[in-house]
């Protein structure tokens, strides 16, 4: 049985059974859910969940309002957000992600697939400080040294660009953490090549080309923005 506590905040029953059932099935038995904002602010505090779903369209305060609550409040900044998120609402998912949110899925869901998200990223707040900035990453035949800046693939040396290798150790180091172009521009600060939304794509263009048949390690989010594949 699994000792991590999860909070739902998610207001159609449907889908509340849906997550309910599934999760108990793999073991996760301390769940509670929440049919509003202001009650899974309110269970947030009273409950000290490990990990919250927090779906995006809530009665009273949404889903956008209880994220950015939660990420600006120091007491629960480190709680991971999953947030659920219907396809039309890809502005929504942006800001989120952008607000501090871990990762979404949208409706409708794999229920696999969403425990494997809820395992990703309380393993990645579980340890996130001491994984943050390896000095050394291993993705697959992927291989990259933060110190010597240097990376190969099939141990031949990827010529990349100051940009290039901030933005692939970036996917890199968090498989499957999608990262919006906003994000990717914040983090990047390149001497070679001015990073802008509209050059990060570019950028992504380039470092495909240099991974070859490898291309396929960097997935893109339609709408939202980019993730290293989680397969390698």
Known sequence: MAKEKILIIEDEEDIQELIRYNLKKEGYDQLKIVDSGEKGLKAVAEFSPDVILLDLMLPGIDGLAVCRHLKSNPETEQIPVIMLTAKSEEMDMIIGLEMG?????????????????????????????????????????????????????????????????????????????????????????????????????????????????AENMIDTVRGVGYRFNENY
């Open 101 to 213: 949110a871990d990762d979404y899925m949208a409706k409708p869901f794999s229920t696999k697939v969403l425990v494997a998200r809820i395992k990703s990223v309380m393993r990645r707040s579980k340890y996130g400080d001491q994984e943050e900035m390896p000095e050394i990453v291993k993705r697959g035949p992927l291989l990259m040294n933060r110190s010597k800046r240097e990376a190969t693939l099939n141990n031949k040396t990827l010529g990349l660009t100051f940009s290039e290798f901030e933005i692939l150790y970036m996917l890199a180091r968090r498989p499957g953490w999608v990262y919006t172009r906003n994000q990717i521009v914040n983090e990047v600060k390149g001497d070679d090549y001015p990073v802008t939304e509209r050059a990060v794509d570019v950028q992504i263009v380039g470092l495909r080309k240099k991974l070859g048949e």
